[in-house]
């Protein structure tokens, strides 16, 4: 069955230090991934999306993933992390069998230390 | 432009009784979907609506549950009664397009049923 993992539940970095996020996905086909965040009382927001093409894809908030089918990896970066970007991160993909539904990684839970 | 707005925010309510949830997505979106977090769990996909239709109900749990969409404009989840189980964060999303790839989240009602 289709799914996308993520391994590490919780992680903490400090405030300025570089950041990556594990993603891993199990589908045969190039898939569509997504990264969503949810910061404390917000809704889930789309940081960014690979369809195709360049496998280097920008986000907002100066996040960036990178696609690597050999490895069957999307992770999550960004060069120096600031307080505000605590929040829980969701690694997606539209479903193969019915791209309506979304799967969802188990999210990982980011803290910054100061 | 509003985002996907869900009401309430939180509830807590007794096993046995029921509750209602409302979803007022994005204007013009007729696609609207309702997703599920319980504890500790991914967020797992319940149903789809294209405009008051359902087009894709597969991820209800049981006969608790049930969506509606009349007129096509607001969704409303009901669960009756509600178990402990079915305590967790229920997100609605809406699009323009059919598929996933362009979804826009609300902020989540966390339900507690104690």
């Known amino acids: 069955a289709q799914s996308v993992t993520q391994p590490d539940i919780h992680i903490t970095v400090s405030e300025g230090a570089s950041l990556e996020l594990r993603c891993n996905y199990s589908?045969?086909?190039?898939?569509?991934l997504f990264w969503y965040v949810q910061s404390p009382g917000q809704g889930l927001q789309l940081l960014l999306k690979y369809f195709s093409g360049d496998t280097l894809v920008q986000g907002i908030k100066g996040f960036e993933a990178e696609f690597k089918r050999s490895q069957s990896s999307f992770n999550l970066r960004k060069p120096s992390v600031h307080w505000s970007d605590a929040a829980e991160y969701f690694c997606a993909s539209p479903g193969y069998s019915s791209a309506s539904k979304i799967i969802f990684g188990s999210g990982t839970r980011l803290s910054i230390r100061p | 432009e509003a985002g996907v707005t869900q009401f309430p925010s939180h509830s807590v309510i007794e096993k046995g009784q029921t509750v209602t949830l409302r979803c007022d997505p994005i204007?013009?979106?007729?696609?609207l979907y309702w997703y599920r977090r319980v504890m500790g769990k991914e967020i797992k996909f319940l149903l789809h609506?294209?405009?008051?239709?359902?087009?894709?109900e597969s991820g209800m749990p049981n006969n608790r549950f049930l969506a509606e969409r009349t007129g096509g404009t607001y969704s409303t989840l009901k669960v009756q009664p509600a178990e402990l189980e079915d305590s967790g964060v229920y997100f609605c999303?809406?699009?323009?397009?059919?598929?996933?790839?362009?979804?826009?989240f609300g902020q989540g009602t966390r339900l507690t049923v104690v």
């Open positions: 609506f294209v405009k008051e239709s359902k087009q894709d």
């Open positions: 589908y045969g086909a190039t898939p569509y």
């Open positions: 999303a809406s699009s323009q397009v059919e598929d996933g790839t362009e979804a826009f």
């Open positions: 204007s013009g979106h007729d696609n």
